[in-house]
């Protein structure tokens, strides 16, 4: 009999490798700010909530945030990106993991549908606490760590940016989340505790 633990173990090791390669694959989405930008590391975090509970998710957000600033260092945030991209990232997965396995534990609601009604809760989930932390944690980040007063028109406007990009990565961890976990879901049966 194999160690579950090992298993589990080894799996969030492999998350994360594929997560932080989609990590570093970022982009811009909003023209004129390349401070925030689109990436789908997301996608593999969430796929492991799913498979193996919430906090298995969370482990794979943590050492992908972790392992990328390693790489490529504080730079001029400070780290607050690699925070901010924690935080939303939870954010999503957790309760996206705990609706959709309820759902579709009830057996009320099957596959695509469990999904959608997951992913529209969370996406909201996702942009409350993306508006309230960057309200928060933002001013506070960049007067400690930057020396650097935000004016309150400049942070709504960053808050507007981060919420159009929270609201896109909602939408595509949406979209992704079902075919995804279904074409991965027999091959992960055998890694379940």
Do not use: H
Not at 46 to 67: D, H, T, W, Y
Not at 109 to 118: E, N, P
Request: hydrophobic share 55%; glycine share 10%; with cysteine.
């Amino acid at each position: 009999m194999r160690n579950k633990t090992l298993v589990k173990t080894i799996l969030i090791g492999l998350f994360t490798a594929i997560s932080l390669v989609l990590f570093l694959l970022e982009f811009p989405i909003i023209p004129g700010n390349t401070a925030l930008k689109m990436d789908f590391s997301d996608i593999p975090p969430l796929i492991g909530a799913i498979s193996f509970g919430p906090l298995f998710g969370v482990a794979v957000e943590a050492f992908k945030n972790i392992l990328e600033l390693s790489f490529k260092g504080l730079g001029t945030q400070m780290g607050f990106g690699n925070l901010m991209n924690f935080i939303v990232g939870i954010a999503f997965i957790i309760p996206f993991s705990l609706i959709y396995r309820s759902l579709t534990k009830a057996e009320k609601f099957k596959g695509l549908a469990a999904s959608y009604i997951a992913g529209a809760l969370s996406t909201a989930c996702l942009l409350i606490v993306g508006v309230g932390a960057n309200y928060v944690i933002a001013p506070l980040f960049f007067k400690y760590f930057l020396n650097q007063e935000i004016p309150k028109q400049v942070l709504w406007g960053f808050i507007g940016s981060a919420g159009i990009l929270n609201a896109v990565k909602g939408i595509v961890l949406t979209v992704c989340a079902y075919p995804i976990s279904k074409a991965v879901k027999n091959q992960l049966e055998n890694f379940k505790a």
